[in-house]
């Protein structure tokens, strides 16, 4: 297990590690750099003809990836940062003149360091400005979210981001409540969820966790950069390149099970037909067809990868 970081810690190291099959020579890109600890275990298999490729929306995560692998030793492959969104994998890559890369991870969780920043505004445990976003230099960020999106937007979010049963009382009471001021901060907001929240459900959980999970997935529209990186990286893998995602929560893990399936059986044709038709032939297959969960040791040293769940797809 990786231990060597007080910037953000990477869950599922040695199985990342393991899965991608780094060959020395190759190209990978690292969709989510955080702090730099996923890609500093991947350059550390690569030779000199090898490059890595790491790509974080975050400015600070992109200085601290690069002080981390700076302070490598012996450091023979090449690495390039690209502050951008994953999503925009294609377009990165055409413009570093790589037409195919070798493996790739991406990482879906927020990063230990985004979280425990308060200023960031993403944790419902540390009092900070809302914000939310990824990238913080640009965007709607969770404050103009709360404070103008209509009730039936905000409860919409709440319920289809966040899973929450509640989320119609949830925006009810926000609304009523920046009626009388702006709402600007992660407690006040807490606040305002606990008031509507019955007692059980605060004994199950934190009663602000489902709400902040949706807020953030619907500022940062997560969810479809997932699908637009997905949809794109068949067309940038190499021959029997390694998809390696990391997922937090049933709603991105259900996408990327599902093209995954997709891939590995892409026939349409209706179940009854002898042979399929439709002509549409498998570009790889499942590993690990449950995906790869955290082993108790990790657990106990990180409590956020008890969520973690790693799928493997390797290209035909």
């Known amino acids: 297990m990786y231990k060597d970081s007080n910037y953000h810690l990477p869950v599922l190291y040695n199985e990342v590690l393991e899965t991608l099959s780094i060959k020395p020579e190759g190209v990978y890109v690292d969709c989510t750099a955080g702090g730099g600890g996923h890609s500093s275990g991947i350059i550390k298999q690569l030779n000199e003809k090898g490059i890595l490729i790491a790509i ?3 400015s600070e995560a992109l ?5 981390k692998l700076e302070s490598l030793n012996e450091l023979k492959a090449q690495y390039i940062l690209v ?8 377009e990165i890559l055409t413009k570093l003149n790589i037409t195919r890369i070798d493996g ?5 969780g927020v990063s ?14 540390k009092d900070g400005d809302l914000d939310m976003r990824m990238n913080s230099e640009s965007g709607m960020n969770a404050y103009d979210f709360v404070n103008n999106a209509s009730q039936e937007k905000l409860a919409e979010v709440i319920h289809v981001y966040g899973e929450e049963k509640f989320a119609d009382r949830i925006a009810r009471n926000i609304v009523s409540k920046r009626a009388l001021k702006p709402i600007q901060t992660t407690f006040e907001l807490v606040e305002i969820i606990k008031q509507v929240m019955p007692a059980k459900s605060k004994r ?10 949706a807020i953030r997935i619907y500022v940062n529209q997560e969810l479809d950069e997932i699908e637009k990186l997905l949809n794109d990286l068949p067309d940038c893998m190499a021959e029997n ?11 991105e893990d259900r996408i990327v099970k599902h093209i995954f399936q997709k891939w590995e059986n892409p026939c349409t044709c209706p179940p009854d037909f002898p042979i399929c038709v439709c002509g549409k032939k498998p570009i790889g297959k499942i590993l690990k067809r449950k995906g790869i969960v955290a082993q108790n040791e990790e657990i106990q040293q990180n409590q956020r990868s008890r969520s973690a769940r790693l799928r493997v797809f390797k290209m035909n």
Do not use: C, Y
């Not at 502050?83 to 294609?90: E, G, P, W």
């Not at 360091?113 to 419902?124: E, K, L, N, V, Y």
């Open 83 to 90: 502050q951008d969104k994953f999503s925009n994998i294609k």
């Open 104 to 108: 790739v991870l991406a990482d879906l």
């Open 63 to 67: 200085l601290e990836t690069n002080k």
């Open 204 to 213: 199950e959980q934190h009663p602000a966790k489902r709400t902040f999970q």
């Open 241 to 251: 390149g390694v998809i390696d995602i990391i997922t937090f929560h049933s709603l």
């Open 112 to 125: 230990s360091h985004q979280i425990d920043t308060a200023s960031r505004g993403f944790s419902f445990q």
């Open 56 to 58: 974080d929306q975050d």
